[in-house]
């Protein structure tokens, strides 16, 4: 069975900083991205960040382009979002995610690790 269990979520204020964690168990198959989404109160959920299997390519929302950095290791199937210099606007579920080579579609999904951004 597969599992992703996010960690790292929490509060802080407004320029602060927090990393998140996912752990990922289970076999999802191979070359797959991950990614991290969100999704705030009456908001539709959006991508933050992913990265391809291999690491060497990744995608940012422009709102967090130069904040926040995704990260994978693959020997301990996990995956990162470190992010900085937070704003109220980034208050949310995140919630990691795997998928497929293409970074389209996402199969597998966490259970969501809340971060509340204060100013």
């Known amino acids: 069975q597969v599992q992703l269990v996010e960690s790292g979520g929490g509060s802080v204020q407004a320029g602060g900083s927090l990393r998140l964690s996912c752990a990922v168990s289970g076999y999802i198959g191979g070359s797959n991205c991950m990614g991290w989404f969100r999704q705030a109160p009456g908001k539709k959920r959006e991508r933050v960040a992913t990265i391809n299997s291999g690491g060497g390519t990744t995608y940012y929302h422009n709102s967090v382009k130069g904040r926040f950095t995704i990260s994978r290791d693959n020997a301990k199937n996990t995956v990162s979002l470190q992010m900085t210099s937070l704003k109220p606007e980034d208050t949310a579920m995140y919630y990691c995610?795997?998928?497929?080579?293409?970074?389209?579609?996402?199969?597998?999904w966490g259970q969501g690790t809340q971060v509340t951004v204060s100013s």
């Open positions: 995610a795997a998928g497929g080579r293409s970074c389209i579609a996402f199969s597998y």
